[in-house]
């Protein structure tokens, strides 16, 4: 059988037709099948990127660490070298751009910037990625809790694309809501952290401040239990410190009831007696300098003060104590100073006179050296060493404190309260300065005291002198060196005019005594007419009848040339001028002391060419010969001393007369006579209370009823 | 002319680190400082500076106490750099002394010396010696301090710049008053010693001559018209922000002025390097139009000039009495440059030459002064020896 050829084409072409077909199909369904694939494995892709986000997420602590990440693995999932993922937060307001390592800072900066900069740019941040990147971080366009990728180079084109297909923004959408839930977790997880630290931070804080607590009770406690302890001690050195001279007060007045003794052993006894008394009234003076400042009412006193003479001065009067140790005792100069410097020149007197004295008591064997030096021109420096046993480390903050000394053994051996330092102390901080101290135990202490001084601006300053040392002493004293001349004492208080006068006869002098200045006008005047003039009158300024400076004045017109010394118990800034004012010389101020005295009745003597004794400023060989030259300081006190418990004795009866006749003027006058012989005698919380007293009672003022009484019971204390 | 009290000197010195037992070693071994009139003292940076002068006050109750931190010390044929070392010399017997300080010489450096000068008063009429210490490291113009000096009648002034180790620039102390400052200036007047005095610089002028053209105070800003760091690095090739710090070796030599005595150049040798405005910073100026030339210094050169130093000195101590040599070496000659050994034998050949057990004591200085001609000068590289007589 035949086939038709004309059947065969027909059913070939369908045949195509259908295989065609078929293989369009299957192209298509092939292509379906690769979009599914690639879907599945985009989608595959896509979950593996969100687990994996969601696993950094978690992981980080802070979200720009998971934007960043986010943006590495969107370009690694979307098959781009990078993309840039834009974050709208809800929280912060403002996008938050996620990006490869160093991208970001470098986007960031340039966003700052104008477009068009001049800056170098590299392609990936050229053009479009620059300018979708502004456009994407303004936060309106995008959305809270959305993640837009703002654009991504294909490697393979190298082109830019921004993300447009729907699919991909659905699933950015739903990354974006579980990005921002992760974010709550983490914020949430580091609220409770922050919570947590704070609350950790809180305890810390809490427990530190209760073992401060503990610790600051405990050192109260210990500082209560130390004080009660330094009292109890003070109380039993205080109990020591007064037994002592008052068993050889009542034993040697016990003794000077036996008619038999000699003149001279009854001299013996009354020095000791009173030697003893002066010992138990020095202890008081602590006690009562130290309650004074602790109530705050002692006040400066700042006056015009020659620091130079003031250093030389203590050195001449603590030279004899160091000298009977076989210490050696300097004074430098380490700087200029000026001649003249305001300071309370007591208060100062009294610090280091502490200082130096507590140096000599405690140093065996060596030197003991005092530095001046000005620091800028408104503080003196002055610094005592010595070569002592020194200070345990332990102890040196505790000898500053009342009733302290460095070591109890320390006061048995040599005696003391332990108030000095504590003393000097508040007396330097009243004076604007302070204490210092610097000791090596075994080795030597270094106490450095500084006050405050005001100079003026024209004073003189002068150079540091040389190192005084024994063969060229910078200002030789004299203190028993014999003096010629006439002298006439004038001092309306007996007992001063006796006093002066026994120093000034045993320094070689003639004295004539006048009880007032009418009496010593003329005394001088008749002086001069008989042609025997005195050669110095030594006034005091505030007398009955005719005070110091009128008699001063009117022997000025009679007798210009004639040295007049202004003795007064006024120590105020400004009495120096007033006296000088009306025609004075000199000036002393009450309590006046012999070697001043002396000093001065030699500056104005006919004759000063006497052999002198010189008081050397380094330690002469032990001897006591040169002790018993100064010793006439308390010897003419001691002489006169029974004149002055008597004649207070009876400023006491006149000062109650006056309290209860409320006579304010009787009063100021007594208080005055007190105030200069006390201070002259040893008694210097007396002299200070009787200041207060006349000084209140002139200005009649209401606190005088409250600080009488108390002059009065230390006025009978004393006598 | 002989004294009742002849003045006298000993030295000590002590490598201890406990302060204490510094202290008492260099003292006791200086015989302990009775009746002692001034102690100068040189101490290592690693020292506490206040502990020490604390120490060295209750060692020496009284003395004054001057001198400060230093990069070593020679004492009397021991030669010691080192962070803590003291040395002390400590004059007795006849002198007077007078001391001046200024705490801070951060400001006119002319006024400080005349204030320096006031404080010291009018100039002894007899003979006497004039010693000065200072901080190098403020960066101020110690030629302008010593003519403030001279101005107050201090014409011939002896000293140098106190120091610490040769490492990068810190602190240096200076003591006087009892107190160690850091940025200070101390003059001593020792009256009743007169100063027989030489200096060698041991440095080599190498290069070309070049001229100052533009300075501001003891700043070089340009030398030929270009900025002076620029041709400082060009002469020595080197990179001025790689390795101008490691230009120590070299200085700027000056001619001396027509009439003087001189060895050869004065030595100005940059203190710091000012990269900003492409300067050398001096401690003392060179004035625009100086000629300059850029020296070396070299082993040679400082062991020639020393002995030849000795010479002029033993020279001119025939017939005097010393009492005290006081040494102030340029920090740049011991070590790293020359240092331990080499170091002491320079000493020893000086000492040689010096009548015999003759106190020394030298400091290691950052900068020197010494007469040159009539007038108190600044050196750097330089050694100045200055023997203390008695007139």
Redesign the interface.
């Known amino acids: 059988m035949a086939r038709d050829d004309n059947d065969m084409p027909d059913d070939v072409a369908t045949l195509q037709a259908l295989l065609q077909d078929k293989i369009k199909l299957l192209i298509q369904r092939e292509r379906d099948v690769h979009t599914l694939v690639r879907r599945v494995n985009e989608s595959n892709r896509w979950m593996q990127v969100v687990a994996e986000i969601s696993a950094r997420v978690g992981s980080y602590h802070d979200e720009q660490a998971a934007l960043d990440t986010l943006a590495e693995a969107l370009a690694e999932s979307l098959g781009f070298e990078y993309a840039l993922a834009v974050w709208g937060d809800r929280v912060s307001e403002c996008p938050s751009l996620g990006a490869p390592n160093g991208l970001r800072e470098l986007l960031i900066g340039l966003a700052a910037q104008p477009y068009d900069a001049g800056v170098q740019l590299q392609t990936w941040t050229t053009g479009p990625v620059r300018m979708a990147f502004r456009f994407a971080m303004q936060s309106t366009l995008v959305p809270h809790e959305s993640i837009v990728v703002v654009v991504a180079r294909s490697p393979r084109t190298a082109e830019y694309h921004t993300i447009a297909d729907e699919t991909t923004h659905a699933r950015l959408a739903r990354l974006g809501e579980q990005l921002a839930q992760s974010f709550d977790s983490v914020r949430l997880r580091r609220e409770v952290m922050r919570e947590r630290d704070s609350l950790q931070d809180a305890v810390i804080a809490a427990t530190l401040e209760l073992r401060a607590a503990v610790r600051d009770a405990e050192s109260a406690r210990a500082a209560a239990v130390h004080a009660a302890t330094a009292r109890t001690e003070f109380l039993a050195n205080m109990s020591h410190e007064i037994r002592t001279p008052m068993t050889a007060v009542l034993g040697y007045a016990a003794l000077l009831q036996d008619a038999d003794l000699g003149l001279a052993t009854r001299r013996e006894y009354l020095e000791t007696i009173t030697r003893s008394g002066r010992h138990l009234l020095s202890l008081l003076d602590d006690i009562l300098n130290l309650a004074r400042i602790e109530s705050g009412h002692l006040t400066v006193n700042a006056e015009p003060t020659a620091v130079h003479s003031l250093m030389l001065e203590l050195q001449a009067l603590l030279a004899v104590k160091a000298a009977e140790k076989g210490l050696e005792l300097?004074?430098?100069f380490?700087?200029?100073l000026p001649s003249m410097m305001h300071v309370d020149a007591a208060r100062l007197r009294q610090i280091l006179i502490n200082l130096i004295g507590n140096s000599i008591k405690f140093t065996e064997r060596?030197?003991?050296?005092?530095?001046a030096?000005m620091i800028g021109t408104d503080r003196l420096k002055i610094?005592v060493?010595?070569?002592g046993p020194g200070i345990a480390a332990d102890k040196q903050k505790l000898i500053f404190e009342a009733f302290e000394q460095g070591n109890q053994g320390m006061s048995r051996s040599h005696g003391g309260a332990g108030l000095g330092l504590a003393i000097a102390r508040k007396l330097a901080r009243l004076l604007g300065g302070d204490i210092a101290m610097?000791s090596?135990l075994g080795?030597?202490?270094?106490f450095t005291v500084t006050v405050g001084v005001a100079v003026d601006a024209d004073a003189i300053?002068t150079?540091?002198p040389?190192?005084t040392?024994e063969?060229e002493p910078a200002m030789p004293i004299a203190l028993n060196a014999l003096v010629q001349g006439r002298v006439l004492v004038v001092d309306d208080t007996p007992i001063n005019r006796n006093l002066f006068s026994s120093i000034l006869v045993r320094a070689g002098l003639n004295v004539r005594e006048a009880c007032n200045g009418k009496e010593a006008l003329e005394m001088v005047v008749a002086a001069a007419q008989a042609d025997h003039p005195f050669d110095m009158v030594f006034m005091d300024m505030q007398m009955p009848v005719m005070d110091g400076y009128e008699a001063t004045r009117r022997i000025r017109a009679t007798v210009p040339a004639l040295p007049i010394i202004a003795l007064t118990a006024h120590s105020m800034a400004g009495d120096r001028e007033r006296c000088l004012d009306a025609g004075c010389t000199e000036y002393l101020a009450k309590p006046i002391e012999r070697p001043e005295l002396i000093r001065m009745a030699r500056r104005f003597s006919r004759t000063t060419d006497a052999p002198a004794v010189i008081l050397p400023f380094r330690a002469p060989p032990r001897s006591t010969d040169r002790l018993k030259a100064n010793a006439a300081v308390d010897e003419s006190v001691l002489e006169l001393m029974p004149t002055f418990i008597a004649t207070l004795r009876e400023n006491i009866v006149e000062l109650e007369r006056a309290q209860q006749g409320h006579d304010v003027n009787e009063i100021a006058s007594i208080a005055h006579r007190i105030k200069g012989t006390a201070a002259t005698f040893g008694y210097p919380s007396i002299s200070d209370l009787a200041a207060e007293v006349e000084r209140l009672a002139k200005a009649d003022a209401s606190p005088l009823a409250n600080v009488l009484p108390d002059l009065l019971r230390e006025c009978r204390r004393a006598v | 002319m002989t004294t009742a009290h002849p003045p006298q000197a000993a030295v000590g010195i002590s490598t201890r680190a406990d302060i204490r037992k510094a202290v008492a070693e260099a003292v006791n071994r200086a015989g302990g400082g009775a009746d002692a009139v001034l102690c100068i003292a040189y101490a290592g940076v690693g020292h506490d500076q206040n502990e020490l002068l604390n120490q060295l006050k209750i060692a020496l109750p009284g003395v004054p106490i001057v001198g400060g931190s230093s990069q070593g010390a020679c004492v009397s044929g021991t030669s010691i750099e080192a962070e803590r070392f003291l040395a002390v010399a400590v004059l007795s017997g006849d002198v007077k002394v007078r001391i001046a300080h200024v705490a801070d010489m951060r400001s006119d450096e002319r006024k400080l010396g005349q204030a320096l000068a006031a404080n010291l008063g009018p100039p002894p009429q007899g003979a006497h010696t004039t010693l000065l210490w200072y901080d190098p490291l403020c960066g101020r113009n110690v030629k302008d301090l010593l003519v403030g000096l001279s101005d107050g009648g201090y014409d011939a002034v002896y000293g140098g710049a106190t120091g610490q180790p040769w490492d990068r620039m810190v602190a240096t102390f200076q003591y006087a008053d009892g107190q160690v400052y850091g940025q200070g200036a101390v003059v001593v007047v020792l009256e009743g010693l007169t100063p027989v005095a030489e200096l060698t610089h041991g440095a080599e002028a190498i290069g070309v001559a070049l001229t100052v053209t533009k300075a501001d105070g003891n700043t070089v800003l340009e030398i030929d018209d270009r900025p002076a760091l620029d041709v400082w690095c060009e002469q020595l090739g080197v990179l001025p922000e790689r390795n101008v710090e490691m230009t120590s070796n070299w200085a700027l030599g000056i001619v001396p002025p027509t009439g003087t005595t001189y060895e050869g150049f004065f030595t100005r040798a940059p203190f710091a390097f000012d990269l900003e405005r492409r300067a050398l910073v001096l401690q003392a100026p060179i004035p625009c139009g100086s000629r300059v030339q850029v020296c070396i210094r070299t082993q040679s050169a400082v062991f020639g000039g020393a002995e030849a130093m000795g010479q002029r000195l033993q020279a001119a101590l025939v017939g005097k009495q010393a009492v005290l040599a006081l040494g102030f070496e340029c920090g740049a000659r011991p070590a790293p440059f020359l240092g331990g050994e080499l170091a002491e034998r320079e000493m020893r050949q000086l000492e040689a030459k010096l009548p015999p057990a003759l106190p020394l004591i030298g400091m290691y200085a950052w900068g020197e002064i010494a007469p040159a001609g009539d007038v108190s000068e600044f050196h750097n590289f330089t050694f100045p020896m200055c023997v203390l007589c008695q007139p």
Not at chain 1, 366 to 371: K, L, N, P, T
Not at chain 1, 443 to 446: A, E, T
């Open positions: 300097t004074v430098r380490a700087t200029s060596g030197r003991v050296a005092v530095v030096s610094e060493i010595d070569t610097y090596q080795h030597g202490s270094i300053w150079a540091a040389r190192v040392n063969n």
